[in-house]
């Protein structure tokens, strides 16, 4: 067994993709989510007093109608054809809220409806408003039918100005609210602006109360629906839209099926996510669409040491068959990922004009181990950042530059290994093809931990920059073809160790294809290349040595 084919053996078998020797597909076990039953005994809101007026407030007679469906074993709550204005919504076991083809569920701009509660925030104990819909501690629930859930979000967040024209802005400001001292953000309310000022707001630690925050009440966005610690969720059919923060947020549950549903918040919309599945178990993601204000599909499991004492990884996920528009990333893990991710399988989806495509992040300080994901069969168009990112120097900013924006690279810095130290290991990336990005693949861990086990399979990406790797471990790259309109270089690595190229394809009359430095680069070989299409096929820059890399 030749060196380089006994390295990539054993690479492969480390992380527990297929291979012969082993006859393992991780794809065919994928995890099996049971969904819940109800009884069809159904409970008409109207029968409980609701008017479909666009007046009335019919916040008593659903939940009403709720509690009483529950009190008799369960069935289906149905909201009618109709616009029904509503306050918060309290769903409860064995009950399908279920909404008429041409049903509208809109829930109300007063904020008076909804009370300050301890809650949960990017995976901290934090005070947040109520949810429009929640629920915990539940046993078969289901949204369902093909009516709108609208959360009236634009009555609680904040715009930044460079996200909007010239009129939209105007239009903005003729409706009240305050402008912050550069004149750069529009809040809804003082109260909102002065939670902004506030260091962590809103977080419940070092003895801080509901109490201490009741006089900044505007800024705690509530998410539109929050199901906490709850087995066997159906979420089917319904478009939810115009959220106040995180649009759909299952927590701490297991068996949650979604699928069938549009997820539309305005672009602009500061921690607009569209689906946010937070230290969930046996998962099912499947033909829905997404069009929103911040990630499409996320994955956590909790922020830093408050994630870590939790330890409830997300695992055994399956997300297939579902389109991405905009969104800062398609299909996206972190940063909050403390508690763990494993066992993930993404296949069939498309990203169409998305700030990532795929979108794993992280950051010191969040600790956990993200492992055994699995992508297959992408489809990219349009991507303004990278088609693929690794990257862990998450700076909680949003990941395309504004105008007028400056931002500075990371300083690269050697810490120790810690419990607060995070990891991505073992990654299949396969069957991709891109249509538009500004860089094809992007992978940057810390010089204390390197991003381990990836492998990247029949990709085929067209972006303005190629490929840029540093401080990874165990990287695999087989028909890899990348059109970069810039090329010089093709690939940039820096302090990595151990990567294979085997048929890598990129353009032709390119001035550079490898740009190989740091001290940390050693055993990169490059196998069956068309070495005539370049000007130069490999640079040697600082730190590194002409032993750096083998082309054969």
Known sequence: MSGIYKWFSVAILSFGTWCPAQNIDPWKTLPVVAEPVFKKDTFSIVRYGAVNDGLTLNTKSINDAISDCNAKGGGVVWIPNGLWITGPIQLKSNVNFSLDNNATLLFSKDKSQYELIESNWEGLPAVRNQSPIWGTNLENIAITGKGIID???????????????E????????????????????????????????????????????????????????????????NKILIDGPIFQNSAAWCLHPLMSQNVTVRNVLVKNPW??????GLDV?????????????????????????????GRKRAMPTQNLIARNCVVY?????????????GGVKNMFVENCTFIGSDIGLRFKTARGRGGMVENVYVRNISMKEIVGEAIL???????????????EKREAPKVELFPVTEGTPQFQNFVIENVVCNGAEK????????????????????????????????????????????????DPVVSINNTKDVVFDGLKYPENSNLLFNVWGVGTQNIKVLNIDKTKTKELKRIGEGASLKSIEIK
């Open 151 to 165: 959360g009236n979000g634009d009555a609680w967040r904040a715009v930044k100005k460079d996200k909007l024209t």
């Open 167 to 230: 009129t939209q802005w105007k239009k903005l400001l003729a409706t009240g609210g305050v402008v912050s001292e550069d004149g750069k953000q529009w809040f809804p309310s003082p109260q909102y602006l002065a939670g902004h000022k506030i260091d962590k707001a809103g977080v419940l630690t070092n003895g801080k109360t509901l109490n201490d925050y009741k006089d900044y009440k505007d800024f705690f966005r509530p998410n539109l629906v929050v199901l906490t610690n709850c």
């Open 268 to 273: 602009y919309a500061h921690n607009g996510d």
């Open 278 to 306: 937070e230290s969930c178990s046996n998962v099912l993601i499947e033909n829905c669409v997404f069009d929103v204000g911040d990630d499409g599909i996320c994955i956590k499991s909790g922020r830093d040491e408050e």
């Open 326 to 338: 905009q969104a800062h990333g398609g299909f996206v893990i972190g940063s909050e990922m403390s």
């Open 390 to 404: 690794f990257d862990m120097y998450y700076m909680a900013k949003d990941p395309i530059v504004l105008a007028g």
């Open 440 to 487: 094809g693949i992007f992978v940057r861990g810390l010089p204390e931990m390197k991003i381990k086990n990836l492998k990247f399979k029949n990709i085929n990406i067209q972006s303005n920059q190629g490929v840029e790797i540093s401080e990874a471990l165990g990287l695999s790259f087989e028909n890899v073809n990348i059109i970069s309109k810039n090329t």
